[in-house]
């Protein structure tokens, strides 16, 4: 018994004259006939797609249109899928409690336990005490046993050779390692003509690394936001007494 096919759009290929070895991904009729879809097949396709878009574009909109406010400033959204409730509150601060924030953060940066070989280090070599203190919080927090992967010893983290060079004799000493650490910080400044950013990222990766690069490192730019970050805090609360 022969079966009936639906009849195929199929032109005649035209026979190659040439030497060239021609290709063609079709090897079969049957693969023509499975692989082709009737028009009701692609049209039902096409209306699943629109409808998919249609019910994205309606959970969008119905998101949207649910926002509502309980009085609270509370801001309240219904999933239109689970058909649960959400709610976002604002978290930002207010003025107010942004200053109490700061200022008991402040407060606890009121003293170190260094404090009298900071103020000796920064009335010697001319260094602003804030920043002495923020570089110490940000390499060590203060620790004086602090010894890093490289081989970074103390409060103000010093090479063994950086404090050899710097007359510091026992790094693990908090005051000679105090006093390297302004003297480095020191000569960075002056190095850098009292650039504070380029000086900061010269103590941090070497002058070496700074002069390379053409100024700030984009590794250093970290370390330089959180040691700035703590000199503000300590000014801040120096000034609040």
Do not use: W
């Not at 097949?41 to 949207?64: C, P, R």
Request: with cysteine; aromatic share 8%; hydrophobic share 35%.
């Amino acid at each position: 018994m022969v079966q009936s096919i639906s009849y195929l759009h199929i032109k005649p290929f035209a026979k190659h004259t040439d030497t060239a070895q021609r290709e063609t991904t079709i090897t079969s009729f049957e693969d023509m006939l499975h692989s082709e879809k009737t028009s009701d097949e692609i049209a039902a396709e096409s209306k699943g797609k629109q409808t998919l878009q249609e019910n994205e574009d309606a959970v969008s909109d119905q998101t949207t249109a649910l926002a509502l406010q309980d009085g609270t400033g509370k801001a309240l959204f219904q999933d239109p899928i689970t058909g649960k409730t959400v709610i976002y509150k604002d978290v930002a601060k207010t003025s107010k409690e942004n200053i109490a924030s700061k200022t008991s953060s402040a407060s606890s940066m009121k003293k170190t336990k260094y404090d009298a070989y900071f103020k000796k280090a920064a009335k010697r070599y001319g260094v602003s005490e804030s920043l002495l203190k923020a570089i110490a919080k940000a390499e060590s927090n203060f620790n004086a046993k602090d010894v890093s992967s490289a081989g970074a010893i103390g409060v103000m983290q010093l090479m063994p050779a950086t404090a050899k060079s710097l007359g510091v004799e026992n790094p693990y000493d908090p005051e000679e390692n105090i006093m390297g650490g302004a003297k480095c910080i020191k000569q960075k400044l002056k190095e850098f003509n009292g650039n504070v950013k380029l000086a900061l990222a010269a103590y941090n990766a070497g002058s070496g690394a700074v002069k390379r690069n053409g100024g700030v490192p984009s590794y250093c730019k970290s370390y330089i936001s959180r040691v700035l970050s703590y000199k503000e805090a300590f000014e801040t609360a120096s000034a609040v007494g």
